[in-house]
C-alpha cells in the first residue's frame, strides 16, 4: 500500500524521472522483482490471495509507466518524441562516376574550348578504316605494333576486327566530310595482349585531329602545350621525341614532367623524371589523298593517348585491372568528383 500511493502520486513525464521509476518498480532488481522473489515463499493458501494483490499492483506500475511515457511523447510532438528535428538528414547512397569517364569528360572538355567537337565509330571494324587506309601496308610488320583480335577473314574492305585504335574514327570522318576537322575520337580499342597490371585486351583512347589549310607542327606543340597546362596544371613541361606511326610524318611521343615526383625522380617515372603521354605527328599526305582529301591544299596534324595512362597519373592508381574490375571499394573513391 504504501508502494500504491507512490505510484498513483507518481505524474511526472520527464524522461529521465520517467527511467528512475521504471528501474526503482519494474526494472529486473526493482521492488516488483524483489516481492516476486519473497512470494515464492508463502504457503500455498496465501498465495492464492495475495497473488491476486500483486499482479494487481504490478499492473498497476505497468500502466502508469506506460501512460506516463505516452503523456511525454505527446507533449513532445507526438509518437515522434525524442527526434531531433534539426539533426542533418541520413542522406542516401548515390553511385560514382567511373574514373575513365571523369578523365575522359575532363580531356574533352578542354580541347572543346579549342574548337575540337567528339566524334565516335563503330567497334567492329574493316581492315580499311583500321589499318590501309592509314598508310599501313598489306603485310606490313607496322600492323604487329598493335596485336589485333580478328572477328572474321576477308571481306569487301578487308578483314573484319576489333578496332585496335580510334585513328579508324578519323578516317571515317575524313572520308564523309569535308575539311577543316577539328575533332576528338574518344573510345574504346582492343589489342590482344596478356591482363596484367600494366597492359590488358581492351582500353581507351582519346586522338584527336585538325585538318585546316597551313596547319604546322607549331600547332600541334601548342595545342598539346596547351592541353597539358590544363590537365595537370600550369608549369608542367612536355618534351617531343621522335617516333614512329605509319599514318603520321614526322611522328612524335609526348612526354611530361612526372606528375607525381614533379621531375624528381620516382618509381613512376623511373627516376628520369619524364612520362610518356601520347603518340603525335603531322597527317601523311597518302592518309588525306586515301580518304579523299587534297594533300596540296591541306594538312593536319593528330594525336592519341590512353584515359588509363592519364588517369594513371592523375589519381596514381597502380593496377590498370581496377579499371574493369566494378568493385565498389574502388569506385565509391571517386564520388566526390562527381
Ligand atoms: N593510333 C596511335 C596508337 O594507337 C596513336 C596516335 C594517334 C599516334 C595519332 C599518332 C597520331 O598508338
Known sequence: ??????????????????????????????????????????????????????NEFKQLAE?????????????QGGKDAGMDLTLPGEGFEVGARHPLALVRREIV???????????????????????????????????????TFFIKKGGE????????????VQ?????????????????????????????????HQIEGLYVDEKVSFADLKQTLFYFVQELYGEGTKVRFRPSYFPFTEPSAEMD????????????????????????????????????????????GFAFGMGIERIANLKYEIKDLRLFSENDTRFLSQFKSAL
Open 256 to 299: 611530361i614532367s612526372c606528375t607525381i615526383c614533379k621531375g624528381d625522380g620516382c618509381q613512376l617515372c623511373k627516376y628520369s623524371g619524364w612520362v610518356e603521354i601520347l603518340g603525335c605527328g603531322m597527317v601523311d599526305p597518302n592518309v588525306l589523298e586515301n580518304c579523299g582529301i587534297d594533300s596540296k591544299k591541306y594538312s
Open 109 to 147: 572538355e578542354i580541347f572543346n574550348k579549342l574548337g575540337f567537337i567528339v566524334a565516335e565509330g563503330p567497334e567492329i571494324e574493316d581492315d580499311w578504316h583500321n589499318f590501309s587506309a592509314l598508310n599501313f601496308p598489306e603485310e606490313h610488320p607496322a600492323r604487329d605494333m598493335q596485336d
Open 63 to 75: 500502466a502508469k509507466y506506460q501512460s506516463l511515457k505516452e503523456e511525454g511523447g505527446q507533449a
Open 157 to 168: 574492305k578487308g578483314d573484319i576486327a576489333l578496332r585496335t585504335h580510334t585513328s579508324s
Open 1 to 54: 500500500t504504501q508502494y500504491t500511493a507512490e505510484i498513483n502520486a507518481f505524474s511526472t513525464t520527464k524522461a529521465d524521472e520517467l527511467e528512475q521509476f521504471r528501474i526503482k518498480f519494474l526494472g529486473t532488481k526493482g521492488i516488483i522483482k524483489d516481492i516476486f522473489d519473497e512470494f515464492k515463499a508463502v504457503s500455498p493458501e496465501e498465495k492464492r490471495t495475495l497473488g491476486k494483490v500483486l
Open 171 to 203: 578516317v571515317r570522318m575524313m572520308e564523309h566530310g569535308k575539311p577543316p576537322f577539328r575533332a576528338l575520337m574518344p573510345g574504346r580499342v582492343y589489342r590482344n595482349e596478356a591482363i596484367s597490371a600494366r597492359a590488358h585486351c581492351f582500353f
